[in-house]
């Protein structure tokens, strides 16, 4: 059963426009949530990290969005870049397991010039 | 500096062959972690180790032996694999695991032929 879920597997978008990435989870002992960006042949890189407690975290051109009553996360970047173009993954913690995070599958995003 | 290095890149191995992959870090990080991640899909979790000791083990098969023989360094040796192992084998480290924001090294490509 899939805890954390992506369910768009890809995203396009012009260059200068907003990106934005869902991510849903359906465990409620999840109480951090981070997204980390994977370029090929890279390991993934944290990119934002959100705590349960806030709705809001913001870090430059990337904003996360959290709603803990719809189980539901999103990833904003303003202005998308060519070079934001990449494999974006979900990622939660379990607060009674806490050295585990669980990822999502995955969103590629293609930031088009 | 948040650098996890990982050695080999890649790495093709014979099912009767014993290999080991390297994956070494100089933050400080307390915690390290196996990940296997196959195309299209998100990391797994293979192996936790806390202040050198293994603290969690998903059910990996025997074929994978996970070593910590000091702080910054964590090895993963492989027997006997079989074709399906074939993946990528990501490490990663954190220096606070309750919040658990995880940094990646670029991985090994292994093939198993």
């Known amino acids: 059963d899939q805890q954390v879920k992506q369910n768009s597997p890809s995203l396009s978008v012009q260059e200068g426009r907003i990106s934005i990435l869902n991510c849903d989870y359906t465990?409620?002992?999840?109480?951090?949530f981070l997204w980390y960006k994977k370029y090929p042949a890279e390991g993934p890189t944290f990119l934002i990290s959100?705590?349960?407690?806030?709705d809001k975290n913001e870090d430059g051109r990337f904003t996360v969005f959290l709603n803990k009553s719809a189980k539901h996360l999103s990833l904003h970047i303003v202005p998308s870049q060519p070079g934001d173009s990449a494999v974006y993954f979900c990622?939660?913690?379990?607060?009674?397991?806490?050295?585990?995070?669980?990822f999502g599958k995955g969103i590629t995003l293609s930031v088009r010039p | 500096d948040t650098e996890v290095t990982q050695t080999p890149k890649h790495l093709v191995m014979g099912m009767t062959n014993k290999k080991s992959l390297k994956c070494e870090q100089h933050m400080g990080h307390r915690a390290m972690y196996w990940y296997k991640q196959k195309a299209k899909k998100p990391p797994e979790l293979m192996f936790v180790y806390s202040y050198e000791k293994l603290s969690i083990n998903e059910s990996v098969p025997s074929r994978f032996s996970p070593e910590c023989p000091n702080s910054s360094l964590l090895n993963l040796h492989l027997h006997a694999l079989q074709p399906e192992d074939s993946a990528l084998y990501l490490c990663?480290?954190?220096?606070?695991?309750?919040?658990?924001?995880?940094?990646f090294g670029a991985g090994t490509r292994l093939s198993v032929l």
């Open positions: 959100i705590s349960s407690i806030k």
């Open positions: 990622a939660a913690r379990d607060t009674g397991a806490n050295s585990k995070l669980t």
């Open positions: 990663a480290s954190t220096h606070d695991l309750a919040k658990n924001i995880q940094y």
């Open positions: 465990n409620s002992m999840f109480d951090y």
